[in-house]
């Protein structure tokens, strides 16, 4: 497992070069030909942990606090970073913010020059309705989790931006779970796409598509998706709206999530 991951952070890094190569015309002071391509940009990292940033109402209609640890390079002067949300794996049944998959790429991402969030988000699958329907849910949660958690950031902004955050180069991406909160948060962006089986009247799931998990009145747009092992509804998704560059990782030989399926 941990040589599979290694492979996936080393893909990360080459979707985040181009980023950055992009960006290099936008910012050639900020650009060195080190920083936010290699590991050893920056010699270490800081961690502030458990940053509350929402909540809202959990599978079982309880009130729960949503947190994430938040990396970033030791000794940076830079006042206008790239930021990085991430969101962990776990079948939305467990793991965690600190999971193994998760913090070896924050500390990496952070070592390259970016800021690195690792959320928490509402996990759970009632076993009461239709198990299919359940899990639409759980995605639900998590994508309305993963739209607060990027207002936050950019209503930090007000309030003298203490991570020196780039509002316009805010990226987000996930492992297996978190990557289907990372597609369904970037590509069901119109009301019309807001799935059938998501009752808004439920408790946490209403809101439409920006959901009640804080810091309304910001934008939770994000500018490129990375996927490790997640998958759409439907690919549908991707036919309204703006599509934001998206770069995919999958195995092929992927049980959990089956590699080429799905519609």
């Given at each position: 497992?941990?040589?599979m991951?290694?492979?996936?952070?080393?893909?990360?890094?080459?979707f985040l070069l181009?980023?950055s190569s992009?960006?290099?015309?936008m910012a050639?002071d900020?650009?060195?030909g080190?920083?936010?391509r290699?590991?050893?940009?920056?010699?270490?990292f800081?961690?502030?942990y458990?940053?509350p940033?929402?909540?809202?109402f959990?599978?079982?209609?309880l009130?729960?606090?949503l947190?994430?640890?938040?990396?970033?390079p030791?000794?940076?002067?830079?006042e206008?970073?790239?930021?990085?949300?991430i969101?962990?794996g776990?079948?939305?049944?467990?793991?965690?913010?600190g999971?193994?998959?998760v913090?070896?790429l924050c500390e990496?991402?952070?070592?390259m020059?970016?800021?690195?969030?690792s959320?928490?988000?509402r996990?759970?699958?009632s076993?009461?309705?239709?198990l299919?329907?359940e899990f639409?849910?759980a995605?639900w949660?998590g994508?309305?989790?993963?739209r607060?958690?990027v207002?936050?950031?950019?209503?930090?902004l007000?309030?003298?931006n203490?991570?020196?955050?780039d509002?316009?180069?805010?990226y987000l991406?996930?492992i297996?779970?978190?990557a289907f909160?990372a597609?369904?948060h970037a590509?069901?962006d119109?009301q019309?796409?807001i799935?059938?089986?998501i009752d808004v009247?439920?408790?946490?799931?209403?809101g439409?598509l920006?959901?009640?998990?804080?810091?309304?009145g910001?934008?939770?747009e994000v500018?490129?998706?990375f996927n490790i092992?997640?998958?759409l509804?439907?690919?549908d998704?991707m036919?309204?709206g703006?599509?934001?560059?998206?770069?995919?990782?999958?195995?092929?030989?992927?049980q959990?999530?089956?590699?080429?399926?799905?519609g």
């Amino acid at each position: 497992m941990f040589k599979m991951f290694s492979h996936f952070r080393c893909q990360v890094f080459v979707f985040l070069l181009l980023i950055s190569s992009v960006y290099t015309l936008m910012a050639q002071d900020e650009c060195d030909g080190y920083r936010y391509r290699y590991t050893g940009a920056f010699d270490g990292f800081e961690v502030e942990y458990d940053v509350p940033y929402g909540e809202n109402f959990n599978v079982n209609f309880l009130p729960e606090e949503l947190v994430m640890d938040v990396y970033s390079p030791t000794g940076d002067v830079e006042e206008s970073r790239p930021l990085i949300l991430i969101a962990h794996g776990g079948f939305f049944l467990s793991g965690s913010n600190g999971g193994l998959e998760v913090v070896p790429l924050c500390e990496d991402l952070a070592q390259m020059g970016y800021v690195v969030a690792s959320m928490n988000y509402r996990k759970g699958v009632s076993i009461l309705g239709n198990l299919t329907n359940e899990f639409i849910k759980a995605v639900w949660r998590g994508v309305h989790d993963s739209r607060a958690a990027v207002r936050y950031f950019r209503h930090s902004l007000e309030y003298g931006n203490p991570w020196d955050i780039d509002a316009n180069r805010i990226y987000l991406g996930g492992i297996s779970a978190g990557a289907f909160i990372a597609l369904h948060h970037a590509y069901v962006d119109e009301q019309s796409e807001i799935p059938a089986q998501i009752d808004v009247t439920e408790v946490g799931l209403g809101g439409g598509l920006e959901g009640l998990s804080g810091n309304t009145g910001y934008s939770s747009e994000v500018n490129g998706v990375f996927n490790i092992a997640g998958a759409l509804q439907t690919t549908d998704f991707m036919n309204l709206g703006v599509n934001e560059p998206l770069f995919s990782i999958h195995g092929t030989e992927d049980q959990t999530v089956p590699y080429g399926e799905g519609g």
